[in-house]
């Protein structure tokens, strides 16, 4: 089964109901994924779970209010990424959803 890498950022406003949809994306992807910085999970998937997370994602947010990016990238674009005082990313095991 063939993974790709996907570097999911988000920004929700700054009121009640979006902070309780932001508890629930950051809970979402944390089942997907690692969170690395405050709103960016880097996530290794196949495209069953990817289409399974996208499905989910429509379902949570707000499209008029928040704002969500997914950058699909391939293996080679992995191993040249950069990270200054963290590690690289790594898929470090299978997740089952």
Same mark, same amino acid.
């Given at each position: 089964?063939?993974? =790709?890498?996907?570097?999911?950022?988000?920004? =929700?406003?700054? @009121?009640? %109901?979006?902070?309780?949809?932001?508890?629930?994306?950051?809970? =979402?992807? @944390?089942?997907?994924?690692?969170?690395?910085?405050? @709103?960016?999970?880097?996530?290794?998937?196949?495209?069953?779970?990817?289409?399974?997370?996208?499905?989910?994602?429509?379902?949570?947010?707000?499209?008029?209010?928040?704002?969500?990016?997914?950058?699909? =990238?391939? %293996?080679?674009?992995?191993?040249?990424?950069?990270?200054?005082?963290?590690?690289?990313?790594?898929?470090?095991?299978?997740?089952?959803?």
């Amino acid at each position: 089964m063939t993974t =790709l890498f996907y570097l999911i950022i988000y920004d =929700l406003p700054d @009121s009640k %109901a979006a902070n309780k949809r932001r508890t629930r994306l950051h809970k =979402l992807l @944390s089942g997907y994924g690692k969170w690395t910085q405050y @709103s960016v999970f880097e996530c290794f998937l196949t495209a069953v779970q990817f289409a399974k997370l996208q499905t989910q994602l429509e379902k949570l947010i707000k499209p008029d209010e928040d704002s969500v990016r997914i950058y699909v =990238l391939d %293996a080679g674009s992995v191993k040249r990424t950069i990270a200054y005082g963290s590690e690289k990313p790594r898929q470090v095991g299978v997740i089952v959803l």
